[in-house]
């Protein structure tokens, strides 16, 4: 088991809990994913990967709660991508921005 790397609060620049490239995402495409408490604190906390309505809610909650450890071990490049366009409206906009940002192949057109 890997120490514990220092939480962030959620109110520290949101960047530091960015990855630095979506390559650096390696979570899983499949199964079940138990969040940390940290992440989940009261309510639901494993989530089946496979049904995508649940995967939208893990991963809205990892983006808004993980810290960068959190997001690089439990959310997939693929899935993010693929669900950008509904979880951006899901998200506060310093999230949306800062993630575009950093990302330009998150962007949707207006179009």
Request: no cysteine; hydrophobic share 40%; charged share 25%.
């Amino acid at each position: 088991m890997r120490p514990a790397s220092p939480l962030v609060p959620r109110s520290a620049d949101l960047s530091e809990r960015v990855p630095s490239s979506l390559a650096d995402l390696r979570g899983p495409q499949s199964g079940e994913v138990t969040v940390p408490l940290h992440v989940a604190w009261s309510g639901m906390r494993t989530f089946d990967v496979n049904d995508p309505s649940l995967r939208l809610m893990l991963y809205h909650l990892v983006l808004v709660e993980g810290q960068r450890d959190d997001i690089e071990e439990l959310l997939a490049r693929p899935y993010l991508v693929d669900m950008w366009r509904t979880l951006r409206t899901m998200v506060g906009p310093s999230y949306r921005r800062l993630w575009e940002s950093r990302f330009p192949e998150l962007k949707v057109s207006d179009q």
